[in-house]
């Protein structure tokens, strides 16, 4: 099913329709300011396991980053030294990943082993607008399988290759693809980049 959503006013009631999806365990595909991506509730657990067969990844693999509403919101779910919180106001909103110490809040198969996340606060009024209506973060993952492929930039591109293995694909429009998220860890004192993408890191550190 697809949902046409303004992308830069959401309609509410649509947006309603979804997170109530959402919480009841829906597997959601949505614009972001990269790329399109593919998400869920984090405390749906079956949801989550539902990605990663679509990715085709085990379980005991890398685990998902997710997205939050608003910085302060990251806060509920890692830890963030004061220096790391500077780094992080610059970036966020915006088309950076964070990797921080989790919270014991965040469900177990959101962590590594290292029982860190990686969390996104995207440059996109419709991801905002669900984040603040469902109260909990989403699951974020590129809406692709294989990585050397080109993304997938339009919800009809989406539906055609997710088709039902999806519950909702949410329609703003065609995205303008520059790169994916730069990844910056924040866990030891000296920042680091491990992968540098559309973000300007030279800006934050």
């Given at each position: 099913?697809?949902?046409?959503?303004?992308?830069?006013?959401?309609?509410?009631?649509?947006?309603?329709?979804?997170?109530?999806?959402?919480r009841h365990g829906a597997v959601v595909c949505y614009p972001t300011d990269t790329v399109y991506g593919i998400g869920c509730d984090i405390f749906s657990q079956k949801a989550i396991k539902r990605i990663y067969q679509l990715k085709q990844r085990p379980l005991s693999g890398r685990p998902f980053?997710?997205?939050c509403p608003s910085l302060k919101d990251v806060s509920t779910y890692a830890h963030i030294s004061n220096a790391g919180y500077r780094i992080m106001k610059k970036g966020l909103p915006g088309p950076f990943t964070f990797v921080l110490p989790a919270a014991k809040l965040v469900p177990k198969i959101m962590t590594t082993r290292q029982k860190t996340v990686g969390i996104r606060v995207p440059d996109h009024a419709v991801c905002r607008a669900l984040?603040?209506?469902?109260?909990?973060?989403m699951l974020t993952t590129s809406a692709a399988l294989d990585p050397e492929a080109p993304p997938l930039m339009e919800a009809y591109e989406?539906?055609?290759?997710?088709?039902?293995?999806?519950?909702?694909i949410i329609d703003s429009g065609p995205l303008v693809y520059s790169a994916p998220s730069t990844i910056i860890s924040?866990?030891?004192?000296?920042?680091?980049?491990?992968?540098?993408?559309?973000?300007?890191?030279?800006?934050?550190?």
């Amino acid at each position: 099913m697809i949902v046409s959503i303004n992308s830069q006013n959401p309609q509410m009631r649509l947006i309603g329709q979804v997170v109530e999806a959402l919480r009841h365990g829906a597997v959601v595909c949505y614009p972001t300011d990269t790329v399109y991506g593919i998400g869920c509730d984090i405390f749906s657990q079956k949801a989550i396991k539902r990605i990663y067969q679509l990715k085709q990844r085990p379980l005991s693999g890398r685990p998902f980053s997710f997205m939050c509403p608003s910085l302060k919101d990251v806060s509920t779910y890692a830890h963030i030294s004061n220096a790391g919180y500077r780094i992080m106001k610059k970036g966020l909103p915006g088309p950076f990943t964070f990797v921080l110490p989790a919270a014991k809040l965040v469900p177990k198969i959101m962590t590594t082993r290292q029982k860190t996340v990686g969390i996104r606060v995207p440059d996109h009024a419709v991801c905002r607008a669900l984040l603040s209506t469902l109260g909990n973060p989403m699951l974020t993952t590129s809406a692709a399988l294989d990585p050397e492929a080109p993304p997938l930039m339009e919800a009809y591109e989406v539906a055609e290759r997710f088709g039902r293995q999806v519950d909702l694909i949410i329609d703003s429009g065609p995205l303008v693809y520059s790169a994916p998220s730069t990844i910056i860890s924040l866990v030891a004192d000296q920042p680091e980049i491990l992968r540098q993408g559309k973000g300007d890191a030279s800006l934050l550190l």
